[in-house]
């Protein structure tokens, strides 16, 4: 028998396991009012599967990621490696310089000085974002690059998680009150049924992290550990090339 497989490493990580976390409350919701172990939940879920429904989720994270990110870097000051590439960023002056040289070669044209990029900043930040696609291009071997990979899935899936909060907080608050809501019914039956308390707790647990945690600054810290990782490529896509 054939087996299909829909998602590689990286749709799964970083678009279908942000759609699913952002309706777990949901389905925890639902799970406190059925028993557990019964029998429509397993259909459901396999129906749901049957009918795509796994891989349109991915593709809602993905495209709402896609969608946010302008705007994410707007609030950031630029793309991370673009910040990274100005005399004016974080990065450490003699590490910064070498990438400009590594990358400059990698286009094919020389990068602005300080004085240029302070004179015509957008001109700059033009030559920095497109040697940094070619560099992206040249980076797709998960294997000879592992810590860009490791670094790319993580930012994609804190950006998706970003992009699904408001239906993240949506769906936690209806997952508690539906969760709250078979506690009650529990006790009006004359019987305390402690799967809905737990149920309520994770849901609450979940709207918490949801308004506290996944916020823009939560994401760039993987954003920029992934801009560094890139960067550092450049030394050995050079070192291959002699």
């Known amino acids: 028998m054939i087996r299909l497989n829909l998602f590689d490493h990286y749709s799964f990580r970083a678009r279908l396991q942000p759609a699913f976390l952002t309706l777990v409350p949901l389905a925890v919701g639902a799970f406190a009012w059925a028993q557990p172990g019964a ?37 950031w000051g630029g793309t991370p490696t673009t910040q990274l590439l100005r ?9 910064r310089e070498r990438w400009h040289k590594q990358l400059s070669k990698l286009l094919n044209k020389p990068f ?22 070619l560099l992206i291009e040249k980076v797709r071997d998960t294997k000879t690059f592992p810590f860009v990979y490791r670094d790319n899935v993580n930012y994609g899936f804190c950006r998706n998680l970003y992009a699904m909060r408001p239906l993240g907080i949506a769906s936690a608050l209806l997952g508690l009150v539906a969760s709250i809501g078979a506690g009650y019914w529990s006790l009006k039956m004359g019987k305390l049924d402690y799967l809905p308390l737990g149920c309520a707790a994770v849901c609450g647990g979940l709207l918490l992290l949801s308004i506290f945690v996944v916020t823009a600054e939560w994401v760039k810290v993987p954003a920029l550990n992934y801009a560094q990782h890139l960067l550092e490529s450049t030394e050995k896509i050079l070192q291959r090339k002699k």
């Open 87 to 95: 005399y004016s960023g974080s990065a450490n002056s003699l590490i």
């Open 112 to 133: 602005p000085t300080a004085e240029e990029e302070r004179h015509d900043p957008s001109r700059a930040d033009e030559i920095y974002e497109a040697a940094t696609r």
């Open 39 to 75: 029998k429509w939940v397993t259909a459901l879920w396999s129906l749901l599967v049957a009918t795509g429904f796994t891989f349109f989720l991915a593709n809602v994270a993905r495209n709402r990621g896609k969608s946010i990110e302008p705007e994410l870097w707007k609030s």
